[in-house]
């Protein structure tokens, strides 16, 4: 899976690979899935960091390592960094909003437990992404896309339990989660305009420096000076794993994702995450995995299955609805 990752990335700068729709997408949904499993054990990974920092300051170190990870990457494969200036106000937007997104991630994780939080957002993002691109295109989603979503709320019912009346959507910091979904679903649209002003790894590249100059002002200086003292390796690794892995690699495939696939489309396989959070949460946090949780995952690998599903007659119309 490593490797079909970096074939990803070098397919970026490759025309001859990508105009081979067919082959460049196989790559590309195996880089996405492959993102999506890294993105869901980010979650514990986060879940250590709080520990360590405020949650403006570890936004901060992530993506004063992003930005450094990312530009080497971009030297190595010799790939533009130059973006249109019409693409300006897309890399503000995509940049604020990344920026907020990163607070309350940390903060959800801070009040809340990491497999919860990772089964709110990750569970919630792909249904407000086809709500909100569903009411910019005024177009009704695809039968096979209907039942998948269908499949994705009641993978969000069984995963949040929502029939037992002892819990509640806004205890445990999960109203910082269900905050942090909607501005990431938000954020989605704005990053599947990428392609159009350059490079999507240049689009990225700026966005980060963004989301780094809105972070720098709101930072504590203080704390930011006695990181160095640090000795636990727990925390350096997880900081790079967060930032070099996470943010650098797997969420710069995500957002070249929605270039080619759409918001929509590319947004329906954060549904993979929830199983993946909770399964690492678990493992390295002692998270126990109830039942609810099982049925979840399942339903929701089968909502990635239906809103990806080509029936013979509707492949047209299925591309029309990912207006992403």
């Known amino acids: 899976m490593v490797e079909q990752l970096h074939a990803t990335l070098i397919d970026l700068k490759t025309c001859s690979v990508l105009n081979n729709k067919n082959v460049s997408d196989k790559l590309l949904i195996s880089g996405i899935i492959l993102s999506m499993f890294l993105w869901g054990l980010s979650w514990p990974s986060g879940k250590v960091l709080t520990h360590y920092s405020s949650a403006v300051n570890f936004a901060v170190y992530r993506y004063i390592v992003v930005v450094t990870t990312l530009f080497l990457l971009l030297f190595s494969l010799r790939i533009n960094r130059k973006i249109s200036k019409a693409g300006i106000p897309a890399v503000i937007g995509s940049g604020v909003l990344l920026a907020v997104y990163s607070c309350l991630f940390f903060l959800g994780l801070k009040n809340g437990a ?33 039942i998948g979503l269908a499949l994705g709320v009641a993978a969000g019912c069984f995963l949040l339990k929502v029939w037992d009346s002892s819990t509640s959507l806004f205890e445990r910091g999960n109203v910082y989660f269900l905050l942090a979904a909607f501005t990431w679903a938000s954020l989605s649209k704005v990053t599947s305009l990428g392609s159009k002003y350059g490079s999507s790894l240049g689009f990225s590249l700026w966005q980060y420096l963004v ?30 794993f967060s930032s070099a892995i996470v943010t650098s690699l797997a969420t710069t495939v995500y957002f070249y994702a929605t270039t ?4 929509e489309r590319a947004g329906s396989f954060i549904l993979l995450v929830p199983l993946a959070a909770a ?15 099982a049925i979840g995952g399942v339903l929701g690998m089968g909502a990635v299955y239906m809103i990806n599903r080509r029936g013979r007659r509707s492949d047209v119309n299925a591309d029309a609805v990912a207006v992403g």
């Open 114 to 146: 990491a497999g919860e939080g990772g089964v709110l957002v990750t569970t919630l993002n792909p249904l407000m992404a086809y709500i909100i691109g569903i009411l910019i295109s005024r177009k009704l989603p695809s039968r096979n896309e209907a």
């Open 211 to 240: 989301t780094l100059a809105c972070l720098l002002p709101f930072m504590d200086y203080h704390e930011f000076a006695s990181v160095t003292q640090i000795s636990d390796g727990r925390f350096w690794w997880n900081l790079f």
């Open 260 to 263: 080619r696939l759409g918001a």
């Open 279 to 293: 399964v690492s949460a678990w493992l390295l946090l002692g998270e126990l995995i109830q039942m609810h949780t």
